[in-house]
């Protein structure tokens, strides 16, 4: 089309000429060759094999440590050196991380999958100038649809005959709600796909009514079909702790590389043999490498994972399970997430009294309060207001039902919300139905003529204004009395400015003989009054969102219902302030340049009407001003932006299978308060990781200083050029023994108070900060002086004396080092409080691990059969007051360290 005109804003005629076809359809000839032009109705996608996803696992800098560190040990098992034990647990790491990277990948593939199946396999055209029912992926722009309906849209469509439609567009816009349809064209030139009346789009649904479309767009054109290739091509961000853990990688390798090349200097420049020099560096690399830190990420990522399961959450990629712990925006759709999605009738006028009332959702139990005196009231003995919700209840098609104590509606949510409102005085009974009139958008009302003791009645509920076009009078207290159109209105829009969706009653009494209804008919009626209804907050989410501004979060609400509702409840919701006013709409959005964008979201906390590239535009200025950005969504619309945001968060009840691929998180019931439940949990992960990171690293540390100490002074003092203070087998065992019993249990500590009230901690920030290098130097350095120290006093005695053995030094070098791990652990608890603040009884699993830890490590020490695996002999009893010296060095160096950090934070308050 010329000028960037939208087919909607095309008259029905102008359509048909701009696809150069008529409303009688294509003849066979005609789509041929238009399938030859414009190819299949279908989405294209191109699944990876398996085999290039299996090797993408590998694509890591802390694999390729681990692959070169295997490559090392692996050499020196060939040239004679005990190390088989350390190339294989090295590699069973990496493969096992490999596996679970696989199993995690292919979430896009998947999304798209998804979206294919939407696309319904056959339809009915006019082809020939019959009807026919062909394969939907055949159909071409020009081709002829009939619908009627429950039929599934196959193509995006121009309506040029429409009769009493809607359509339930819920999986494209989120908006549940069936939108009315027409044919006539909109003049407004950026309408989102919620406001384009005259259009029909591929994969949503005909609620009611009969139509036929013109298609004007198939496959990659449709909207289905651009939403796809955004999926496609947006790209999944890498999230904070994988941007983290990477350049920590990056960190630890040129560290543990650095001091390789340094010993091996060291040896070349006092003489050592190169190849000597270089096998001892090797040795000190290993030893210096956290092979099981990547296992401990994935464990302290699952078991968060698992605790968000039972606070409705669940996570699809284990990275997002720490992501929520640093999001500094949650951008949340309104309806079913922010609001309850049960359409509830807040506000009555009836009579020249207006009415309050109470109870939320479709619960039938709420009080009627007085607008006037501010009492509750019985609305029995209120005539009009009993009146008003007759009307209601039987001019309508839903019914409201219980099932396993919760109560939903069948049929249209504004029909229940009126079902319920009479339920609450007391309204269940029916009576009988002899004709209606259904609800067209054309005429905006629906009328139901009933049989009511010896004559009949009729009902009529639609807008205010077509409804006071057919009353002469209204009913009053007093009885009928002329009508007040002006005062109606004005207490209508009264209501519309508070965001309530408003509809008017009116009634007529008929002769028992009329028992069918003609538009003719519906005239000079009785007005009985207002009912003002809205999609109410959660209570949960109203706490939530108050919760997520003591944590430093901001909440966004991102809908396709119109501003003035959404402003509305996003006030109610305290996502805005009473003074605030700032929104935006998709017509807005569509002619602001990214440019603009940025410099209004942050500041920004509402956006309305919003078209589906939209909230992917939202989500990536949001992240330009260095955002964390959690993005919520339902809809196939909302599938790119899921995938842009640092975490997509899909709801797993009313959700389509295309959001919930495209997402990493999964909200079990659709609820805001359950997100912000997460980010707690989310903050504790973190907080449980740095922790571990914190404890983990000293073992490599102290253990390579250790190494490459023995190393230096071997030239000067003979007995560390006989051994080494421990054996490869013996600093294996630690590191995975630690791994599994000391540190893992540091995983179950409990959450620290207060993780909601600070704010999110900086995403920039990286894990080998001053903090790290401070700690883990500083328990390095403390363990393999306490290593070194044990190990040179107890090997010259070995030297000096036939009966010892320095076997029994080492052992004793071996046991000092637990202990220090041991001292350490009962500190690392907490990353800045001192071990004096908590109950040493509060983490009984780390108790479990220390027990463990002692028990095993006297058995190596003490048990024959494992003194020949673990090269470890028992050595004399009066040593152990000396070997022991590493519990409190453990404990008291980092509490020392943490004291100073504490006072010194003092002073600069």
């Given at each position: 089309?010329a000028?960037g005109?939208?087919?909607y804003q095309?008259?029905v005629?102008?359509a048909?000429?701009?696809?150069g076809?008529g409303?009688?359809?294509?003849t ?21 094999s ?7 696992q590998?694509?890591?800098?802390l ?18 050196e005990?190390m088989?034990?350390?190339t ?10 490999a596996i679970l990277?696989f ?12 979206l294919?199946k939407?696309i319904v396999?056959?339809c009915?055209?006019l082809?020939?100038g019959e009807?026919?029912?062909i ?6 722009p020009?081709d ?13 469509l ?30 407004r030139?950026?309408?989102s796909?919620?406001?384009q009346r ?7 649904f005909?609620?009611?009514?009969a139509?036929?479309?013109?298609v004007v767009?198939?496959?990659e ?17 890498e999230?904070?702790?994988?941007r983290?853990?990477?350049?920590f990688?990056?960190t ?7 001091l390789?090349a ?12 190169p ?7 090797v ?6 490498i956290?092979e ?6 994935t464990?302290?990522?699952a078991m968060?994972?698992a605790?968000m ?11 997002a ?9 949650i951008?949340?759709?309104k309806?079913g997430?922010l609001t309850r ?5 807040l506000?009555?006028?009836a009579?020249?009294k207006?009415y ?13 309060i ?14 009009v ?6 009307a209601?209840y ?6 409201l ?7 939903h ?12 409102s009479?339920?609450k005085?007391?309204i269940?009974?029916?009576l009988?139905?002899l004709?209606e ?13 009933h049989e ?5 009645i009729f009902y ?5 204004e ?7 009078d209204?009913l009053?207290?007093r009885g009928?009395?002329p009508?007040k159109?002006e ?12 965001a309530?969706r408003v509809?008017g009653?009116?009634?007529?009494m ?9 538009v003719?008919d519906?005239?000079?009626?009785t ?7 809205i ?33 509305a409840?996003?006030?109610q ?11 935006l709409?998709?017509?807005e959005?569509f002619?602001m340049?990214d440019?603009e ?5 942050g500041?920004?906390?509402?956006y309305?009407r ?10 990536r200025?949001?992240?330009k001003?260095?955002e964390?950005?959690?993005?919520t969504?339902?809809g ?11 975490i997509?968060?899909a ?18 019931d659709d609820n805001?308060a ?9 903050r504790?992960?973190?907080n ?8 983990t ?14 190393i ?9 050029a ?16 630690d791994s599994?019993f000391?540190?893992?249990p ?11 009230d ?19 130097g500083?328990?390095s ?17 070995a030297?000096a004396?036939?009966n010892i053995?320095?076997?029994e ?20 608890r ?6 004096f ?11 479990g691990?220390?027990a463990?830890t002692?028990i095993?490590?006297?058995?190596i020490?003490?048990v024959?059969?494992l003194?020949?695996?673990f ?7 009066e ?5 022991a ?8 160096v980092?509490?020392?360290?943490k ?7 003092k002073?600069?308050?």
């Amino acid at each position: 089309m010329a000028n960037g005109t939208k087919w909607y804003q095309l008259s029905v005629e102008e359509a048909f000429q701009g696809l150069g076809a008529g409303d009688a359809g294509l003849t066979s000839g005609e789509a041929k060759a238009r399938l030859e032009r414009y190819g299949y109705n279908e989405l294209k996608f191109k699944k990876p094999s398996v085999i290039m996803r299996f090797l993408r696992q590998f694509h890591s800098p802390l694999v390729y440590i681990l692959m070169a560190a295997a490559a090392m040990t692996g050499v020196l098992t060939l040239r004679g050196e005990d190390m088989l034990p350390d190339t294989g647990v090295i590699l069973g790491v990496v493969i096992l991380n490999a596996i679970l990277g696989f199993v995690q990948e292919g979430k896009t593939e998947a999304a798209l999958e998804a979206l294919s199946k939407m696309i319904v396999p056959e339809c009915t055209v006019l082809r020939d100038g019959e009807q026919k029912v062909i394969p939907t992926r055949e159909l071409v722009p020009g081709d002829v649809v009939v619908l009627s309906g429950g039929d599934r849209i196959p193509a995006d469509l121009r309506f040029f005959f429409t009769k009493g439609v809607a359509a339930d567009e819920a999986a494209l816009t989120g908006e549940s709600v069936p939108v009315e349809k027409d044919t006539e064209p909109i003049a407004r030139p950026d309408l989102s796909p919620g406001d384009q009346r005259c259009i029909a789009f591929g994969g949503t649904f005909l609620a009611r009514g009969a139509a036929r479309g013109v298609v004007v767009a198939t496959g990659e054109g449709t909207e289905f079909g651009k939403i796809a290739m955004m999926v496609k091509q947006t790209r999944k961000v890498e999230t904070p702790l994988q941007r983290k853990i990477a350049a920590f990688t990056k960190t630890l390798m040129i560290l543990i590389l650095s001091l390789g090349a340094i010993n091996f200097g060291v040896g070349y420049f006092f003489g050592f043999d190169p190849v000597y020099s270089f096998l001892a560096s090797v040795a000190l690399i290993v030893a210096a490498i956290p092979e099981m830190l990547p296992m401990i990420v994935t464990a302290i990522l699952a078991m968060a994972a698992a605790a968000m399961v039972k606070r409705n959450a669940l996570i699809r990629r284990l990275p997002a399970a720490e992501t929520l712990g640093c999001a500094t925006v949650i951008c949340s759709d309104k309806t079913g997430t922010l609001t309850r999605d049960e359409m509830t009738v807040l506000r009555i006028y009836a009579g020249g009294k207006s009415y309050e009332v109470k109870g939320v959702g479709y619960e039938p139990r709420g009080e009627f309060i007085s607008g006037n005196e501010g009492k509750v009231i019985d609305p029995a003995s209120e005539p009009v207001l009993v009146e008003t919700l007759k009307a209601g209840y039987f001019c309508n098609d839903t019914t409201l039902t219980q099932e396993e104590g919760r109560y939903h509606v069948i049929g249209d949510p504004t029909e229940g919300a009126l079902v319920v409102s009479a339920a609450k005085a007391g309204i269940i009974e029916k009576l009988p139905r002899l004709d209606e009139v259904p609800f067209e958008s054309e005429k905006m009302y629906m009328a139901t003529l009933h049989e009511d003791q010896g004559q009949n009645i009729f009902y009529v509920k639609g807008s205010p204004e077509r409804v006071l076009e057919m009353c002469q009078d209204q009913l009053t207290d007093r009885g009928v009395a002329p009508l007040k159109r002006e005062e109606i209105l004005s207490r209508g829009e009264e209501m519309a400015r508070g965001a309530l969706r408003v509809l008017g009653m009116a009634y007529k009494m008929v002769p028992k003989e009329e028992a069918s209804l003609g538009v003719v008919d519906i005239r000079g009626l009785t007005f009985l009054g207002l009912q003002g209804m809205i999609d109410p907050p959660r209570e949960e989410a109203i706490e939530a969102v108050s919760k997520c501004k003591s944590a430093g979060i901001r909440s966004v609400m991102i809908t396709g219902d119109h501003v003035l509702t959404a402003t509305a409840v996003a006030r109610q919701l305290g996502i805005v302030g009473d003074g605030q006013d700032d929104a935006l709409t998709g017509e807005e959005l569509f002619r602001m340049s990214d440019e603009e964008l940025y410099e209004v979201v942050g500041r920004v906390s509402v956006y309305a009407r919003v078209a589906p590239e939209h909230k992917l535009r939202i989500a990536r200025q949001l992240q330009k001003r260095g955002e964390i950005v959690a993005m919520t969504g339902d809809g196939v619309n909302d599938a790119p932006a899921l995938k842009a945001a640092d975490i997509g968060i899909a709801m797993g009840i009313t959700g389509t299978e295309v959001s919930k691929e495209a997402s990493s998180m999964i909200l079990t019931d659709d609820n805001f308060a359950s997100i912000v439940g997460a980010v707690e949990e989310g903050r504790h992960a973190w907080n449980n990781l740095e922790k571990a990171i914190l404890y983990t690293l000293p073992t490599n540390g102290g253990q390579a200083l250790l190494v490459m100490g023995a190393i230096l002074v071997a030239p000067f003092v003979a007995l560390f050029a006989m051994r080494l203070p421990l054996e490869p087998i013996q600093i294996l065992w630690i590191n995975l023994f630690d791994s599994v019993f000391l540190t893992m249990p540091l995983m179950m500590e409990p959450k620290e108070k207060g993780l909601l009230d600070a704010s999110p901690r900086d995403p920039k920030e990286k894990i080998a900060n001053s903090l790290f290098f401070e700690r883990v130097g500083l328990v390095s350095v403390a363990m393999a002086v306490t290593g070194f120290l044990i190990y040179w006093n107890f090997g010259h005695l070995a030297l000096a004396t036939d009966n010892i053995l320095l076997t029994e030094a080492q052992t004793a070098t071996l046991m000092a080092v637990v202990f220090v791990h041991v001292g350490y652990i009962m500190t690392a608890r907490s990353t800045f409080e001192s071990a004096f603040t908590f109950s040493p009884f509060s983490n009984k699993w780390i108790l479990g691990g220390v027990a463990i830890t002692i028990i095993t490590d006297l058995a190596i020490v003490y048990v024959p059969a494992l003194n020949s695996v673990f090269r470890t002999a028992p050595f004399p009893v009066e040593w152990w007051p000396f070997v022991a010296i590493g519990l409190p060095v453990g404990f008291f160096v980092p509490e020392l360290e943490k004291l100073v950090r504490r006072q010194l934070k003092k002073r600069k308050a």
